[in-house]
């Protein structure tokens, strides 16, 4: 796709199939008292041994040293040049509570705060009020009639929530109101060009609707917007690669990045379980299946090395059943290493492995980092994953005569 | 910078502090008796140590195969596209004089040539006249009165000069007047495009002036001009990844390139010794470091092996001093290779390592071309190295919500 103009010349549609399993915050770091990392640590005799028997190197998201929010990682891996097509972080947040977004909305990130008597900012969080107080309040904000649109509030949690705009003529280039400072009052929304002068408008108006809802109550008395976004265009992931393509992700923003990319995304449970069983249930449907797995991810946020390892080691029982549908290659990547020691997303290399009937193994004994850092793939930019994946699956014919 | 036209929006400015220590030339080759590199025969515990407990890789300073000049090598690890933004011939020989540039000067280096009585050339270097003979001869050329511009004449070493051309309207985009062959008289300076007819008029009447002055030697009765350039505007360090850098080296030349940076130049002695003293006593005013070690470049320019290893082994000595300020992030990088069997600049990738409290070391037994190759970082283009510094100090946030 974006590294090589003419994969789809060279893709050919083939009855075999591609499993890649993401495992949000696959990558790690040694901890500092022992040296090794957690997916050193966790046992998982199922992807150790599979790795020894598959192609394995690491990938670096978006670049070395730059850490990658869940947009970037993702669309990195779904072979999308994650510097040309960012996701805002409105439509992120919107795609992450499962709000539809059509073409032209504007998505923005909103949060409660509280301002002094004179309107000055004293807390830009409004003392993280749990979502029990800040639900009712959505509810009254998403009574606020802005003329000639719709506008919609949407709780997320706690503080959080996402405004959403509908009609015509709305624009992405505004301003967003948070100073990220305190003592001074928030700003209005400033349209960036004259073509974004009525989403301006239209933000200013619910803000001023959120006051006179709010400003009786001594904390949690505003709301400050930014990130706002729209959808950006991407190509259609099955069309670029001439595939039939479906996601199944327990967690809706990755149902979100799927839709965005064009997938076709299958219902699911709450948990990996439940994937794997959609996996087994759709598994003639569709030639590619993008497949994710969020706890890795969340330990690692929560700096907890020992539930990262835990988390790893319960992918790990996984494993056999999606190797028995005997997909032709399967692939497990990470959108972004999650280093306990770091409590959030990291720059680091991600190991990959991916398995075919191509690939017989290259002495990688164990599925982390320092192992797949000496596999046969090296350290390629994520965004080359699918050439091999589909390459393995013998759905990409000679480039050139 | 360059590879990541979003870095200003993820650097963060923080109090943590950055080294880079460029040491030039640092790359090298294996002896063909020994099969052994300078690195590799050199006794370095300081440095093999720091290897074992820092990310460790190679980089490559513009592509495989392709030597450096100093430009690009430096220009490169600051970050900067070392293919677009070029240094020419001219402002690098006047920076390594320590020749204050203005905006719009146009600097070429300058040769002493001899020709016959018919004009025609028989040296291209006047048989490499020394200092102090030539030094006489530019006083003289210094003289010289162009009308309407002042043009200046400095010596460099032996039969080298640089040219200055100081006043409105110039370009660098004019000929240059060396044939590159015997037996034909020096070209005429011409005009590449109608804006640039005043510098060929310039560097015309420079030319003739010489004719006048010299005209009667025996030897380096003529000269030659070259490499005509104007400094490049290049973004600025500093605002690009928001720090308030520092340059300390002893030699010109990388004072220059840091300027051209726009990095804050601190003056120091001259040798390594005064520039880590210069580096502790300005510790505290600064968030980077750009240290540049030359004795390694030099060694392996005379070709002379033992000589790069002992200057490698001196180097070792101060990395204790430099680990005392205890930086957030260390890195000790080279500019490009300077292999003793090449007796000049080589293309070989260049050992890396970087150490911050996040590194915990990776396997790397010592810091060389083969052991650096097993390293976590791989081999990356030079260009990426800031991004891998600022993360290790912290100063990067997530890129893409």
Same mark, same amino acid.
């Given at each position: 796709?974006? =590294?090589?103009?003419?994969?789809?010349?060279?893709?050919?549609?083939?009855?075999?199939?591609?499993?890649?399993?993401? &495992? $949000?915050?696959?990558?790690? #770091?040694?901890?500092?008292?022992?040296?090794?990392?957690?997916?050193? &640590? #966790?046992?998982?005799?199922?992807? =150790?041994?599979?790795?020894?028997?598959?192609?394995?190197?690491?990938?670096?998201?978006?670049?070395?040293?730059?850490?990658?929010?869940?947009?970037?990682?993702?669309?990195?891996?779904?072979?999308?040049?994650?510097?040309?097509?960012?996701?805002?972080?409105?439509?992120?947040?919107?795609?992450?509570?499962? +709000?539809?977004?059509?073409?032209?909305?504007?998505?923005?990130?909103?949060?409660?705060?509280?301002?002094?008597?004179?309107?000055?900012?004293?807390?830009?969080?409004?003392?993280?009020?749990?979502?029990?107080?800040?639900?009712?309040?959505?509810?009254?904000?998403?009574?606020?009639? %802005?003329?000639?649109?719709?506008?919609?509030?949407?709780?997320?949690?706690?503080?959080?929530? +996402?405004?959403? *705009?509908?009609?015509?003529?709305?624009?992405?280039? +505004?301003?967003?109101?948070?100073?990220?400072?305190?003592?001074?009052?928030?700003?209005?929304?400033? #349209?960036?060009?004259?073509?974004?002068?009525?989403?301006?408008?239209?933000?200013?108006?619910?803000?001023?609707?959120?006051?006179?809802?709010?400003?009786?109550?001594?904390?949690?008395?505003? &709301?400050?917007?930014?990130?706002?976004?729209?959808?950006?265009?991407?190509?259609?992931?099955?069309?670029?690669?001439?595939?039939?393509? @479906?996601?199944?992700?327990?967690?809706?923003?990755?149902?979100?990045? @799927?839709? %965005?990319?064009?997938?076709?995304?299958?219902?699911?449970?709450?948990? *990996?379980?439940?994937? &794997?069983?959609?996996?087994?249930?759709?598994?003639?449907?569709?030639?590619? *299946?993008?497949?994710?797995?969020?706890?890795?991810?969340?330990?690692?946020?929560?700096?907890?090395?020992?539930?990262?390892?835990?988390?790893?080691?319960?992918?790990?029982?996984?494993?056999?059943?999606?190797? $028995?549908?005997?997909?032709?290659?399967?692939?497990?990547?990470?959108?972004? #290493?999650?280093?306990?020691?770091?409590?959030?997303?990291?720059?680091?290399?991600?190991?990959?492995?991916?398995?075919?009937?191509?690939?017989?193994?290259?002495?990688?004994?164990?599925?982390?980092?320092?192992?797949?850092?000496?596999?046969?793939?090296?350290?390629?930019?994520?965004?080359? +994953?699918?050439?091999?994946?589909?390459?393995?699956?013998?759905?990409?014919?000679?480039?050139?005569?």
């Amino acid at each position: 796709m974006i =590294d090589f103009p003419h994969i789809a010349e060279i893709c050919s549609p083939t009855p075999s199939k591609v499993v890649m399993l993401v &495992v $949000d915050g696959l990558g790690g #770091a040694p901890n500092p008292e022992t040296g090794r990392s957690e997916l050193e &640590v #966790a046992r998982m005799p199922n992807l =150790d041994r599979l790795a020894s028997r598959s192609a394995c190197g690491l990938t670096t998201p978006v670049l070395p040293g730059i850490t990658p929010g869940s947009g970037p990682g993702h669309l990195s891996l779904f072979g999308y040049d994650p510097v040309k097509y960012l996701i805002g972080r409105g439509v992120l947040e919107a795609l992450g509570i499962d +709000v539809e977004l059509q073409d032209g909305d504007v998505a923005a990130r909103g949060n409660f705060c509280t301002l002094d008597a004179h309107g000055k900012l004293v807390d830009r969080r409004a003392g993280r009020i749990r979502s029990q107080e800040s639900i009712p309040l959505c509810e009254k904000l998403d009574q606020i009639d %802005v003329p000639g649109l719709e506008v919609r509030i949407f709780p997320v949690q706690d503080y959080r929530f +996402v405004a959403l *705009f509908r009609g015509q003529g709305l624009s992405e280039d +505004v301003t967003e109101t948070d100073p990220q400072i305190l003592d001074v009052p928030p700003r209005r929304v400033d #349209a960036l060009n004259p073509g974004a002068e009525k989403t301006a408008a239209a933000a200013n108006a619910l803000i001023e609707g959120a006051r006179e809802i709010l400003g009786g109550r001594e904390k949690a008395n505003m &709301v400050m917007l930014r990130g706002f976004s729209q959808m950006p265009e991407l190509p259609s992931f099955g069309q670029s690669y001439r595939l039939n393509p @479906a996601a199944i992700a327990a967690y809706p923003m990755y149902r979100g990045l @799927a839709k %965005v990319a064009g997938m076709t995304v299958i219902p699911t449970g709450h948990d *990996f379980k439940a994937e &794997v069983e959609t996996l087994q249930q759709h598994y003639q449907e569709h030639d590619f *299946f993008y497949l994710h797995y969020k706890p890795a991810d969340a330990a690692g946020e929560d700096g907890n090395f020992d539930a990262k390892v835990q988390a790893l080691e319960a992918l790990d029982e996984f494993i056999p059943s999606i190797l $028995d549908l005997n997909p032709d290659a399967l692939v497990v990547a990470g959108d972004h #290493a999650t280093p306990s020691i770091l409590a959030g997303h990291g720059w680091q290399p991600v190991p990959l492995l991916i398995h075919s009937k191509l690939t017989l193994g290259e002495g990688v004994e164990a599925f982390n980092e320092r192992a797949c850092a000496t596999g046969s793939i090296g350290r390629i930019p994520a965004t080359q +994953v699918m050439f091999l994946a589909l390459a393995h699956a013998g759905k990409l014919i000679k480039f050139g005569p």
